[in-house]
């Protein structure tokens, strides 16, 4: 068990399913040379599934989500989502990003309603149904406030209700914990847990942490030092309900887990380090 | 309970009443500070300005600096009540302030509108902006001043040539600012509006162009001065009416109390806009925090 790599396409219009095929993203850099971020990543997530992708800093793991999303295209190869291929912004897509991205002049409901909003709803139909998600979010008296008086956590809970109010059928997620403190961050991850069991979109989150990455998911991908491609694809048999993801890290079976990505990834985190800290021989060393 | 217990409860007891009274003393010992302070920057305020104004005086008086070129405060202020009584030259005070006002505030209107216009849209069209770009460049560098004398060619001694004045002087100010804002916006919070499913226009008006407001707000205090600036100075070079020709006038006829008392009530006039700028930008600016710059402010005041 463990390495499982990429399936067979999905087949037919599920809503929620995405494929990348042979994908390929070259950037140019600012002094005109190109620079190769994704190559030939291969990658199938089944509808309802929660997929974490974890690698080394600069492996183009950031660069899937803005291709899936739409947000950019590929140089080669093809992204589907619900077995269409992108152009322009699918639909059902919601996005959460490191740095929750709200409208600091807009009031928490504010925000929230966004989504509806810009989807023609009238206003009195998105500010109900803005209310109702800052009611499953624990956000109900911060309705008025604005997001700077709101603690990073708080903030972190507004971008979900945000995100989750269109019904998105696939939640794209980069390193959305990252940027918060340890306990707020397992709070969180226990929360997005059992908002993504209310709804099951399908879930590609993105982290460097590879016990995050464990805890949540259903799979996890390894990607390899830039540009980044495939290295290694696990499944995570850990059973569902998860629980609190804090105390799932002690379980055998995790801790097994974790030992073997680790394995994978360990290389890739050395080779990265190596090369941005340019010391020549660490190159798979101890990292 | 033992006695080693009592005694560390009664401890706890008077250390925690201790830290009440603290509390207490150290928000009044700030108080009083703050007040102190306050008190002793008005008296020096206070003091400046007698020294100034009686030095002026007494200097005059005493024939140190001579009274018909330098004028004198009694004598500003009885030019002033002069004005206010019988008026000046070309109708009444308050008439001729009003007309400066008005050309002011209309110049600056069509110049906050044009120039947000014209910002947000080239901001958001780069291919616009690729174009008009060396253009605006040229126009920017000349001293726009000079643009008054053409203006009242075309435009004649009215208040149209003035108001133009007013509103291509707040423009460029507007303009670069609006364009600067659009152009700083946050690539996040866009992606993130197109993802929830937000059209170009709805992107601008709900993520670019309130983002941007941050940057236009900042360039309307010294647009508002700068209407206020191109009213008078359009006024100077050409007018029937408003403050800059009884100012021109004065200078004509030798008359420094003349033109300091005009000069009096302009500076009346930009403080008040001022304030009421600052009452606006509170107001539309409400969602920020506070900078750290304003929380030193607070704590002076």
Sequence with gaps: MGVALAVGPVTGRTPGSIELLGVTKRFLTPSGASMTALRDVDMVIAPGQFCAVVGPTGCGKSTTLTLVSGLDRPSAGTVRVGGQPVEGIPKGVGFVFQNDALLPWKTVLGNVLLGPMFRGLPRKEAEARGREWLQVVGLADFASHHPHQLSGGMRKRVSLAAALINEPSILLMDEPFGALDVQTKAIMSNELLALWEQTRPSVIFVTHDLEEAIGLADRVVVMTAGPGTVKAVYDIDLPRPRGAVQEIRFEHRFLELHQQIWESLRSEVGRAYARTAAIPGAVGGQA | ?301
Excluded: C
């Excluded at chain 2, 423009?171 to 670069?176: D, K, P, Q, R």
């Excluded at chain 2, 009884?246 to 005009?262: K, L």
């Design chain 2, 1 to 301: 309970m033992t006695d080693d217990a009592k005694l560390t409860a009664q401890s706890a007891a008077s250390a925690s009443g201790h830290a009440a009274a603290d509390a207490g003393s150290i928000a009044a010992e700030a108080m009083r500070r703050r007040r102190r302070r306050r008190v002793l920057t008005y008296a020096g305020r206070l003091i400046t300005l007698a020294l100034i104004v009686g030095g002026w005086q007494v200097l005059t008086d005493v024939k140190i600096v001579d009274a018909f070129f330098f004028g004198s405060p009694v004598g500003i202020v009885n030019r002033l009540i002069d004005w206010a009584e019988h008026g000046t030259a070309y109708g009444s005070l308050w008439e001729q302030i009003w007309i400066t006002i008005e050309e002011a505030l209309l110049g600056f209107v069509a110049g906050v509108v044009s120039g947000v216009v014209f910002g947000v849209a080239l901001g958001e069209f780069r291919y616009l902006a690729d174009v008009l770009g060396p253009y605006i460049k040229v126009v920017n560098a000349l001293p726009r001043i000079v643009l008054g004398s053409i203006f009242i060619i075309w435009l004649g001694l009215g208040m149209s040539s003035k108001v133009v004045l007013a509103a291509v002087l707040v423009f460029f100010v507007v303009f670069f600012n609006a364009f600067q804002g659009v152009r700083d916006v946050d690539r996040n919070l866009v992606a993130n509006a197109r993802i929830l499913g937000a059209s170009r226009l709805q992107i601008t008006r709900h993520v670019v162009f309130p983002s941007a407001l941050t940057w236009i707000i900042a360039s309307l205090h010294v647009s508002l001065g700068f209407s206020i600036i191109g009213a008078i100075v359009g006024e100077f070079l050409g007018a029937q009416k408003g403050l800059g020709l009884v100012i021109a006038t004065a200078q004509n006829t030798f008359d420094a109390n003349g033109v300091f008392a005009a000069m009096l009530v302009i500076g009346i006039l930009a403080l008040s806009a001022e304030a009421l700028m600052a009452q606006l930008e509170r107001r539309l600016l409400s969602w920020r925090p506070p900078s750290s710059a304003e929380i030193a402010d607070a704590a002076v005041a």
